[in-house]
Nanobody, 120 residues
Framework: QVQLVESGGGLVQAGGSLRLSCAAS????????MGWFHQAPGKERAFVAA????????RYGDSVKGRFTISRDNAKNTIYLQMSTLQPEDTAVYYC?????????????WGQGTQVTVSS
């Protein structure tokens, strides 16, 4: 079982930066693909970034490419989302996601979310 807890959200001005963290528990963390999603008011949850179990592969949503960086520290069971040049459009609840394949079954785990608000 994987448990995820996000932190680091807050209120920032446009152009500012935030670093989100997601602390994971469970022995399967190092073998889990991880990612970040966000959900803005009135919108569906959208993909932000993903990282492979060893950190060697990353992928980003089009809206955040060049501004956000996902990373992970398996020794600390933590992934991060470094967000720079934040814009009001980035305002959303950010959720940490873990993907674990048990046999051939995909299992998804989610954190509680952390609010990011970017003022204009």
């Amino acid at each position: 079982q994987v448990q995820l807890v996000e932190s680091g959200g807050g209120l920032v001005q446009a152009g500012g930066s935030l670093r989100l963290s997601c602390a994971a528990s469970g022995r399967t963390f190092s073998s889990s693909g991880m990612g970040w999603f966000h959900q803005a008011p009135g919108k569906e949850r959208a993909f932000v970034a993903a990282i492979s179990p060893n950190g060697g592969n990353t992928r980003y949503g089009d809206s955040v490419k060049g501004r956000f960086t996902i990373s992970r520290d398996n020794a600390k069971n933590t992934i991060y989302l470094q967000m720079s040049t934040l814009q009001p459009e980035d305002t959303a609840v950010y959720y940490c996601n873990a993907i674990l394949f048990v046999t051939s079954t995909r299992m998804d785990y989610w954190g509680q979310g952390t609010q990011v608000t970017v003022s204009s």
